[in-house]
């Protein structure tokens, strides 16, 4: 399959199961990189426009960097990397609560057949699994730069659609308010498809290693 057209399946699947146990290891590692954007640029004192597109930036060049590395052989053991980095990162949030749930038997899922695939040389699958990972970071920003000021601005219930798709309450473009009169979905939708572009050009441009059957 080629790979934009594998990478848009994958973004409309994780776009509509956001909410669900299905995507949380996913979200886990985009999670992950989201907040860790967020207070690393947080520390600059940035006014709350530039805070917003410094942290958006930051995350879609990592999706960027994964697409690009993506290219090489290595494609195929790409999903097991990030499979063991969502359960070393469900595993510490484990001891901090010292709660457990449902979410940790779809980690444990996601990581048991990744091994099962790459195991079984069974590329195509794995790719799948990868690309999820990788296309969680465009989908959250989605979520945060389009979906969270749409929605306040019609002001419609973020839970309406639970469990499928539920809005974040907060934003990294929250405090950006309606900038210039300028509506906040606006400023959001405009620099998120700034730079979703590139994650587009290098989501199509793939020509990754030769499946072994």
């Known amino acids: 399959m080629r790979s934009d057209i594998r990478a848009l399946i994958v973004s409309i699947v994780l776009f509509g199961l956001w909410g669900t146990v299905l995507t949380f290891p996913f979200r886990l590692v985009s999670d992950l990189v989201t907040k ?5 640029v947080g520390k600059l004192s940035l006014p709350a426009i530039a805070f917003a597109v410094f942290v958006l930036i930051i995350v879609m060049g990592i999706s960027c960097l994964a697409l690009f590395l993506g ?4 494609s195929e053991y ?3 990397v990030f499979s063991i980095l969502a359960c070393v990162i469900y595993c510490i949030d484990i001891i901090q609560t010292r709660s457990f749930s449902i979410n940790a038997l779809f980690v444990a899922l996601t990581v048991g057949g990744t091994m099962i695939l790459v195991l079984f040389h069974k590329t195509e699958w794995t790719r799948f699994i990868a690309d999820c990972f ?4 465009p989908v959250e ?7 969270n000021p749409l929605y306040r601005l019609i002001k419609a219930d973020i839970y309406a659609l639970k469990p499928f798709i539920v809005v974040p309450q907060n934003s990294v473009f929250s405090d ?10 606006v400023w959001g939708g405009f620099f998120f498809i700034l730079t979703l572009l590139p994650v587009m050009y290098l989501a199509g441009g793939r020509k990754e290693g030769k499946i072994r059957r």
Do not use: Q, R, W
């Open 36 to 40: 860790t954007s967020e207070a690393i």
């Open 71 to 74: 290219k090489k052989e290595i």
């Open 78 to 80: 790409y999903a097991m």
């Open 134 to 137: 990788v296309f969680a970071l």
């Open 141 to 147: 920003m989605f979520y945060e730069c389009v979906m």
């Open 176 to 185: 950006v308010g309606d900038l210039l009169h300028i509506p906040l979905v």
